[in-house]
């Protein structure tokens, strides 16, 4: 296995300075002093052809001068002469950079040619870099300050990636009062070539960073980003902060639902599906830092609030309300600990008020007994100032109570400002949080809680899925590109429904008609009572012109209706071409709720889905909720439930339940249709029936545009969907059919049959150790796979009582990018007869479409089989240097 990519950069073990220098004031001389200062180990060269030494030391005129190579060069430099020091450092051996110097992509067109220029160089050079127009990434635990920062900041356990350099500025200044350390301190700048994907990526398995806090004004690489954060957020908490909240993207939209979706919508959906936590303001993230830096996790949303002050405690308690945080009572055994010490009149709920007089024994006893209380996943301890208030003596007494208890994050917030300053100094020394105002004390608890919670929603699986009732991919593929061929963006309500119906969308049948005779003959052919809409490619909202009729009961209607539609269409939009009207059945759906699902395409997610409440006042109601596809059925029925007309679609009074599955099968069949198709930009059902029978979509609108030629496979995707091209119908030699092909989510509980249905041997063989089923957390792993950085194959068999799973072949990428490590089992009943080879075979496939050069594993020295298998393969075999009881298997793909 490979290095990851940003090994170099981040534990670097030799330094080279280019521009450093002793001239006061100028960047150069600042970083080489901060790396001076820092204490880093290592060798730091300075590079400046215009001096011979730099701060005592012998200064190189270039990188190429050195006698050796280092690991990471840092250049602050004029920007026309950055293409030139990449170049150089890739001669060099040099594969990590930092570039502080401005002049890029922020300043105009001569920046972006500049920027563009530099990444090329990069490339061809072999050059990751950081930057441009950044700060500089600080590693304190090495002593590495490549900034140009006048603070440094303290050694600790919590990440901040950010795309502004003042940011950085502002929480180092912040950090060291506040005796808050970080693991590492990385200013993005321009992210030009690093990008957040990329440090994410590094620091999910850092084994110095426990937590990560992102600043974030854009993303540039929406894959990479979604992927990082999605392992990152499994493993540690991840807080978002992203400007511009408020920036409409969708102004010029055709549709509803381009109409309703912004970007910050879409960005709330990506943190949503990664598992990551999101803070609204700039206080916000300073209060995730001050939680997170303790190291304490809670293990749910429970609150215990303790407080000298009733007003206090309902200040808290109202922003509980706002975060979904509870505030449980305390126990019987709290209460009567309590009873033994307060006055009788206290307050025996949550928030515990033990009064405004409350001793600092007094605070001691209760934060023991709330800490001990298995109701509470967490403390909150506040004092207000009064007049018998001992400030400094209770911050002691809450400290010494703390010590020793490491299982429950307690928090601390002393309001006021000079009477309690020397408190808050101690608690803060003792590495306890501290906070000025209720509300951040419970926002930063309320960051704890969310993770938690995230990391339980992502052991949830969504049941088996069926194969039958595939698409009809290449019908739909078809009315698409006759669309496009025919110039149009617009597909016409019959298109769009035939689209929705190869995709096995129920639809109202549509007919068109030109003349009043021949509505007449629609009618009668769907039979009445009919509905009636204008027919104009130019003509989306069709009630905004008077463009519908619904609940036409004879020919004499239509005839009439027709007239009525067509003259008022072309009064009110002249410029539009009619072309008579549409005319369908009134659809039958008994107690039909009206929803809306709609698809829109973000510039940097791409395509987003939409539910929620449909018909003619859909803009108005507001309530909507997105979600990014993929979808699966666990994902669906999530977004559903954000929706406040979910509520709708139970039993209330005399109305039965929606058909809550057929709703959920409209959302998957959306999703695969954008998957595999780009064209489409946006897609409106509205209003989609939903009764306890079944759903109908009564009006169906999509608009379509061409990709661009160079855009490959799923590149339209910002999470890649089920890879389809990779699923293969094959026979073994008795004629038994076998089905080769990617897993699914829906896989969860046939890959727990099949790890159970292994013998002992095979289970160690596999997994090397013993046991008997999968974990939750390994089931999630194993099936909910990341399409772009891993692969995992099943053969199935069918059975009599239906498909089932017989081998599982998979690889995971390497952090070098260019290279994977598989694992493959095959179950005992269908040893040898080919599967494990058929199996390994398509993996080799997989891993060369997916741009691997070499594919390695390990396996048991007495598993001969296996070792056979490789030799037949091509593989090379030899004994682990670490392991003579583990072979070590490879080969060049």
Known sequence: MGPNLLEHMFNPRSLAVVGASDTSGSVGAQ???????????????????GHAEVAGRPCFASISDMPEPVDLAVIATPAKTIPGIIHDCGEAGVRAAVVLSAGFGETGEEGQAREAELLSV??????????????????????????????????????????????????????????????????????????????????S????????????????????????????????????????????????AHTHTGALIGSDAVFDAV???????????????????????????????????????????????????????????????????????????????????????????IYAAAVKACIDDPNFDGVLVMLTPQAMTQASDAARALIDAVSGQTRKPVLACWMGEAS???????????????????????????????????????????????????????????IIDAVLADGRAMLSDIESKAVMRAFRIPVNVTLEAETPAKAVIAAETVGFPVAMKINSPQITHKSDVGGVRVNIMNAGDVQAAFREITQGAKAARPDAT?????????????????????????????????????????????????????????????????????????????????????????????????????????????????????????????????????????????IVPYPRHLVRHEYLADGTPLTIRPIR??????????????????????????????????????????????????????????????????????PDATSCEFAIVVSDSYQKQGIGTRLMKALLDAARDHGMRTIEGAVLAENEGMLQLMGELGFTIHTSPDDPAIMNVERWL
């Not at 902060?241 to 409409?248: D, I, Q, Y």
């Not at 992502?458 to 991919?473: C, F, H, K, R, V």
């Not at 780009?678 to 545009?705: H, K, M, Q, S, T």
């Open 31 to 49: 970083v080489f002093a901060n790396i001076l200062a820092a204490g880093f180990a290592g060798p730091v060269h300075p590079v400046n052809p």
């Open 122 to 203: 990069a490339r061809r050079a072999g050059v990751r870099f950081m930057g441009p127009n950044c700060v500089g990434l600080v590693r304190p635990g090495i002593g590495l300050n490549a900034t140009f920062l006048k603070s440094s900041a303290p050694a600790g356990r919590l990440a901040l990636v950010s795309q502004s350099g003042a940011l950085c500025s502002a929480i180092v200044d912040w950090a060291g009062p506040h005796h808050l350390g970080f693991s590492a301190i990385v200013s993005l700048g321009n992210s030009a070539n690093v990008d957040f994907g990329d440090v994410v990526d590094f620091l």
């Open 205 to 252: 398995t850092d084994p110095k960073t426990d937590a990560i806090l992102l600043y974030v004004e854009g993303v540039r690489h929406a894959r990479s980003f979604i992927s990082a954060l999605r392992v990152a957020a499994r493993i540690k908490p991840v807080i978002v902060l992203k400007a511009g909240r408020h920036n409409e993207s969708s102004k010029a």
């Open 271 to 361: 943190l949503e599906r990664v598992g990551a936590v999101r803070a609204q303001t700039f206080g916000q993230l300073f209060a995730a830092a001050e939680i997170l830096s303790t190291g304490k996790r809670a293990n749910g949303p429970r609150l215990g609030i303790i407080t000298n002050g009733g007003g206090a405690g309902v200040l808290a308690a109202d922003r509980v309300g706002d975060l979904h945080v509870e505030l449980p009572a305390p126990s019987p055994k709290t209460v009567a600990a309590l009873d033994a010490l307060l006055p009788p009149y206290w307050s025996r709920r949550n928030p515990v008020d033990i009064l405004g007089d409350a001793r600092p024994e």
């Open 420 to 478: 309690v300053a020397e408190a808050r100094t101690l608690l803060s020394a003792a590495g306890i949080p501290d906070f000025t105002l209720p509300e951040r004390a419970v926002e930063a608890f309320s960051y704890l809680s969310r993770h938690h919670l995230n990391r339980r929603l992502a052991l949830e699986t969504p049941g088996p899925q069926s194969d039958l009732d595939a698409p009809d991919i290449e019908g739909a593929r078809m």
């Open 578 to 718: 009619i072309h008579g009207v549409t005319v369908e059945p009134m659809a039958h759906i008994d107690d039909a709720r009206e929803l809306v699902v709609g698809v829109s395409r973000d510039p940097v997610f791409g395509p987003s889905i939409m539910f929620g409440a449909g018909g003619t006042m859909v803009e108005i109601l507001q309530d909507n909720t997105v979600s990014l596809p993929p979808l699966n059925a666990v994902l669906a029925n999530r977004q559903i439930d954000r929706a406040r007309v979910s509520r709708l679609l139970s039993a209330f009074r005399d109305r039965p339940a929606v058909d809550r599955a057929a709703v959920v099968n409209v959302l998957l069949r959306i999703s695969d249709l954008v998957c595999e198709f780009p064209e489409i930009e946006e897609l409106d059902i509205n209003p989609l029936f939903a009764g306890p029978d079944g759903v109908v979509a009564v009006d169906a609108r999509i608009r379509v545009a061409r990709p661009p030629a160079r855009m490959g496979r799923h590149e339209h995707m910002a």
């Open 745 to 814: 989510p829906e896989d969860a509980d046939s890959e727990q049959a099949f790890v159970r249905g292994l013998s002992a041997e095979a289970r160690r063989m596999r997994f090397m150790y013993a046991m008997k089923e999968l974990t939750p957390e390994m089931l999630v792993r194993f099936t909910q796979i990341d399409y772009s950085r891993e692969m995992a194959l099943v053969a199935m068999t069918q059975e009599a009582g239906g498909p089932v799973q017989q081998g599982v072949a998979r690889y995971t990428i390497n």
